[in-house]
């Protein structure tokens, strides 16, 4: 049985409340100028004087209105994983995710690339970090351009080495995945960024498909009968899913992802959810990710269960699928069907755990299917379209449900994502209180469920 699911990356969580500064950049970081220094510098014979490699800071480049600051703005992407910071007012960068401020590009870069691959031994910050989708190194280029032109370009270009290869290994992985066509756990997980302050757009703005729109955007679910159609199908969601989903979903502040499983009915149409599969594995661990998605192979077959669906989260976003989520469904759409031309439906869900945009301590959580393009404009984007569920409360809370929350617990026992859940979400709700408010929300009519989830949450209380 193939598999299709998209991966868990960084996202952003809850700042701590004095924000750590990182100077720390590597072995080829750049060291950061005082503001003093940099007016000595540019002072001698103003910007006829050569500045150094070192001494084209973000400052310099603020001071001279080619970047502006603001939130998101910049971004690394590595091996499949995805960093986003804030560039402040005095040329630093604040991590979305911890609220951690580096005083560099590469300082910030050589941090987040250790947490993939802790052998890193440097980041190529002004390579690795992208302002607004662009190499920092370009804006390095355009503004020695601008008031240096006699300059030698070698100060700027020198770092590009690192990154274009790790840009050139991500091309050759597309490529084999690409002659693959399986759209297996390993082949089909692509990169993310994390879900800042990303605004919906409406399908209609879309237009025809261009590979410079950013792949992240976000875009608003249109409804069946707002595009004169009627939904192909009815779903049955178990509440176990949903409390299982929920609870892999509030666990860390990267994005993660599961398969769904469970039965369709061609006499009737419906799709019943009985069975949430998270993945417990990590982007760049493509050797995990094979043995993640044979164990799930089994666990379907075993459990007399089909493939019918898969779940990510987008932790502090909206629960709506982006650009690319929505061509990630069509595909899944597309290859669960089969080769027989044979009607079957695939589930996907979004899970919005930490959206402070969310109806109290519930999670959102949104499900939705892909409707092709018409024909007269099959360039156009796959149309999103909300589904139509019925949610099915389960009698008890299973013990496989159950054991499968405690594997959960320890995988992420010592990750670094961790969500930290004796901190506030709100002024009055620690996260410890958010989880336990959402995952109510899918309890069982057993009420003894709130006692077997104390251990669980005692657990999470450990690793703190």
Sequence with gaps: ?????TPDVPSGSEPPSSPQVVEDGGEEDEEELSGGEEADMRSSSGRGSLLTRRGITLRVLLKDGL???????????????????????????????????????????????????????SGCGWASVRYRGQKLVQYK?????????????????????????????????????????????????????????RIPVRYCTLGTRDAAKDPH???????FSAINRFQPF??????????LMDFHCHLTTSEVVGYLGGRWD????????????PCRTRLADRESASAVEEEICQNLFLRGLSLVGWYHSHPRGPALPSLQDIDSQMDHQLKLQGSNNGFQPCLGIICGPYYHGNQGVASTITPFWVVPPPEQRPNDYG???????????????????????MLLVDYYRAAPDLVQFNQYWCPDTTMMDKIKGSLSCHAPKDQAYSQILEHVYSQLSGMQ
């Excluded at 804030?86 to 979305?96: A, S, Y």
Aim: net charge negative; glycine share 6%; with cysteine.
């Design 266 to 277: 061609t006499n009737t149409q419906l799709l019943t959810v009985l069975r949430a599969f």
């Design 383 to 405: 149309i999103p379209v909300a589904v139509e569920v019925t949610y099915v409360q389960d009698n008890f809370l299973t013990s496989d449900v159950l054991n499968e929350m």
């Design 67 to 121: 970047v502006e600051p603001g939130d998101g703005v910049l971004a690394i992407h590595y091996l499949g994983k995805n960093f986003v910071g804030d560039l402040l007012n005095d040329g630093k960068i604040r991590w979305v995710e911890t609220g951690q401020i580096f005083n560099s590009p590469s300082a910030w870069a050589t941090h987040c690339k250790r947490l993939v691959n802790p052998a890193k031994k």
């Design 141 to 197: 280029t355009t503004w020695l351009h601008k008031y240096q032109p006699s300059a030698d370009m070698s100060l700027v270009s020198e770092e590009d080495d690192d990154e274009d290869e790790e840009e050139g290994k991500t091309a050759v992985q597309a490529e084999e995945k690409n002659k693959n066509g399986k759209p297996g756990l390993n082949d089909v997980m692509v990169s993310r960024r994390t879900d800042r302050e």
């Design 234 to 243: 009815n779903v049955a969601v178990s509440s176990n899913v949903l409390l």
């Design 1 to 5: 049985m193939d598999l299709m699911v």
């Design 217 to 223: 955007t976000l875009v608003e679910l249109s409804a």
